[in-house]
């Protein structure tokens, strides 16, 4: 029975001493690269490294690691609002479930702070949606994109101009999402956006490096290939439109 | 030790009024898009929306958002013993960890309504495994498939035609692990199947759409590229072949 | 309140016979297949097989599955030190969220157990990390490989020397890890590596057929390609150049 129970509950967010006493090698690692080095290096502030961290940590779901980075992204900056509008960003880049389990986290941080983010404003810049959406008839041709119409008017129209968090932090976060779930065939499109959103091809490289730590080093070292594959070929069509 | 606590335990499902409260906007979308809009769409019935989401769900082991659509699949009319069938075949397309996490949660909710699924007859279908796989030596060359021998034998061979599940909801669930889990290069090989069985192209680009939802927009995207491409490189061997 | 209850857990790692009542084919499949066939057969050892389904599971997160492949693992000869070198090793190749959830989780085994695995020798094969890295300047040229100097002195340099597990099982649980999160893309590389820490060809076909049961069938139908396709091409380079 106490097996089973154990079982049950996913393990702790390991407080220090513990990771030190059950694992020093990892505890060291944690202390002097991930946080003494990585968190620490100037290309990215810590409030982007936050942004990143909590856009990857939501799009692996890794919920027992959530209470420790929305606190740390509150110590770092992030507007209480501004956690909330990511959230709500992410549900549309991480899936829904993700969304749902983060708002019950950030909900108790909130809470354990006595935090209440939400004025009567947030839903001001919300765009009413198309009718003509709801009543597109059943049977479209299968290759035209009602997906592309959603992503149109309700991400791109509605979701990305909400006053809550700016393009930037928007931009970044969605990039996250994409190394997180190596989704880097869609990185071309992202990155153009995330340049324009005043992003730097050094921020989003740091936010790589930064991302091995989070989702592992296989999915960092794909997209560190393919940011640098879209850069080559921006610098060289660049050089040849002079 | 209060933080560590909470930090054991995953978000709750967020009861609809928390999520409003928490994060209004999160819970407009919710209600005025995935459940108003999304959700209502004629394009696909709301028994094939909850395997899909179903599916979806178990592939990135969303086990928070289970219980919920385990109930909702009921009352949008899978049997419950599909739903022990749409489990067993989870197992092999999301893997068995998935599976094992989502048997607990879903004879929780069969006990909660009281209902009793499995009788007697729910092994009947099994074939023997052929004994010349157990046998098979050590050591066999290493690109003949042993992978491929199991899915002969075991996969298609005995659990598709297992008779608790239609084949057409097989395919369904199939189709959107796939594209839960981004694995679009197999989308061809499934695709074919996927109609045979009875499913429109239709229904399957309104899934991806359904899917943007639960497993968010870039894999969704992916999936929409992948679909497209093999329509049209169908509709053109068709066409040429006339 | 209790429906809330029950969804805030995630299920437990059910027992054999709570899964044979609730699913029987899964229980049937699990017995017969999984248990009978997959781990008895001669191509990798269990040992092997431990370290192959722990990666899977640290890397996709499956903290419900975890205790009992553990307490497994120790069964299959996996000493406790080496258990410990094993989760770090993964924080580098699944990321620290995946580490820290496993740290937890495997403290609880080995309380259980009552054992004890770590000695003052753990830290004493951490080199020292070179300064020039963390005084490395911002504004670094985008694509040049800051990703690249961590790896060649932090995971190449330092994690993969450390004494506390042989290479070869290094190479194994890397192997899986990629597998699992379907980073295919990187085969290569790894490939080269396994087989020169003596890992067979043979060997890591097992393992994908293993990944199978643990990942699901798309995954490491993927990954069977992209191995077929690398010993292919190694055959036909290696008589060439006869």
Known sequence: MSEIHRARVPAPRVAPVEIHTAAPALGWYSDNIL????????????????????????????VAQLTGHFNRALTHGLAPSEIVELVT???????????????GVMS????????????????????????SMADAPAGLPANTGLLDTYREFVVEGDLWKRSG????????????????????????DELGRALR?????????EAVTH????VGWPKAAIAQRALSTWLTAQAASTSHSR
């Open 197 to 205: 959103h005043g992003l730097t091809a050094e921020e989003l490289m």
């Open 35 to 62: 946080f003494g080095e990585i968190w620490e290096r100037p290309g990215l502030d810590k409030r982007s490294r936050s942004i990143v961290t909590v856009a990857a940590l939501m799009t692996r779901n890794h």
């Open 108 to 131: 108790q941080v909130f809470a354990s702070r006595q935090v209440n983010p939400v004025g009567e404003q947030s839903l001001s810049t919300l765009a009413a949606i198309p009718d």
């Open 89 to 103: 960003h992410m549900a549309f880049y991480a899936g829904w479930p993700c969304a749902m389990s983060a708002v």
């Open 165 to 188: 968090l700016a393009p930037r932090d928007r931009a970044l976060a969605t990039f996250s999402a994409i190394v997180a779930q190596e989704a880097c065939e869609l990185l071309p």
């Open 211 to 214: 991302l091995a730590f989070y």
